[in-house]
């Protein structure tokens, strides 16, 4: 039991690893942001004025093969699970105005999901 709640704990201590991470960067430049993750992968303006800036992280995820063989005297099966590769895209959106110095503000940013934290 105390290591289900040790694990839980660890678990909660992590997420939003990236949300802090993001807050960091508001009230900051935009371009120190681009210092820190290179060219964003998309740039767009919104109705409001703000500027989105969008940085995607694909992940992939590999499950090994596993066979399982079940012996029945001179007569054997085997079955093999797995051996899989899964992707998934993380975005991280941060929300800027456009500054005095010709760059943009940080004024904030989109929750990354959670599989993204």
């Known amino acids: 039991m105390r290591l289900i709640v040790s694990c839980f704990a660890a678990f909660l201590a992590l997420a939003g690893c990236a949300s802090q991470i993001m807050e960091g ?10 210092v820190d993750f290179g060219k964003p992968s998309n740039i767009f303006e919104l109705p409001d004025r703000r500027v989105a800036f969008q940085w995607t992280d694909t992940n992939t995820i590999y499950t090994p093969a596993t066979t399982n063989i079940y012996n029945y005297g001179s007569y054997a ?11 998934y895209d993380c975005v991280y959106t941060f929300f800027a ?14 929750q990354p999901s959670l599989a993204c934290e």
Do not use: C, L, Q, W
């Open 97 to 110: 105005k456009p500054n005095r110095a010709g760059s943009h503000t940080v004024v904030g940013f989109k």
């Open 77 to 87: 099966t085997a079955t093999t699970y797995g051996g899989t590769a899964s992707s």
């Open 25 to 34: 960067y508001v009230g900051r430049d935009i371009t120190d942001v681009m």
